[in-house]
């Protein structure tokens, strides 16, 4: 018995312990967060959000409220947002969600509950359901990939309605 109490004195006396579960402070907590990223010497995009935490050890930055500009030979192109997003600082690779919005210059609005960005393919994509309007032109799916200029889109398990003057947007592939 005398050594079941020494035991339980031994635990309720020693050091505390840090439950393992408990994430790691970020390195650094930017306000007015700001990255341009540049291709072959022109804006390729600008990702904002009012607070990043960064963390240097994974090379990732936790963002609130994102919103990333694409530019095409320097002019703007199409503005994703979302509620949160995580980013790569080393490879530009993003992830967005809590219900991420595309608007694209011609006016379409791809709406989805989170999407993926590689940078090395220049492509936004996800297995989630997706909705895109254009015009009075609604298409449904489970699945897509777009660049991000939408000049190219995927868009898997689809159906829609696609009204006349937006035929040229949605048109299929041969």
């Not at 007015?32 to 930055?61: I, K």
């Not at 503005?79 to 967005?96: K, Q």
């Not at 009075?136 to 689809?158: H, N």
Request: neutral net charge; hydrophobic residues 40%; aromatic residues 8%.
């Amino acid at each position: 018995m005398f050594a079941a109490l020494a035991a339980v004195a031994t635990a309720c006396g020693g050091a505390p312990t840090v439950p393992s579960d408990v994430p790691s402070p970020p390195d650094q907590v930017i306000r007015e967060f700001r990255m341009d990223t540049y291709a072959r010497g022109s804006l390729a995009w600008s990702l904002t959000a009012p607070e990043a935490r960064v963390f240097d050890g994974p090379q990732r930055a936790d963002l609130d409220r994102p919103e990333v500009r694409f530019f095409a030979d320097e002019k703007p192109g199409s503005v994703v947002t979302a509620a949160h997003g995580e980013m790569n600082t080393r490879s530009r690779d993003m992830v967005a969600g809590g219900g991420v919005v595309i608007v694209s210059t011609e006016g379409a609005r791809l709406e989805t509950p989170w999407m993926r960005y590689d940078s090395q393919k220049d492509l936004l994509f996800s297995t989630a359901a997706v909705v895109i309007t254009r015009g009075r032109s609604v298409v449904r799916g489970v699945g897509w990939s777009a660049r991000p200029d939408f000049s190219e889109m995927e868009v898997r398990r689809q159906r829609g309605e696609i009204a006349p003057e937006d035929e040229r947007f949605f048109r299929q592939r041969p």
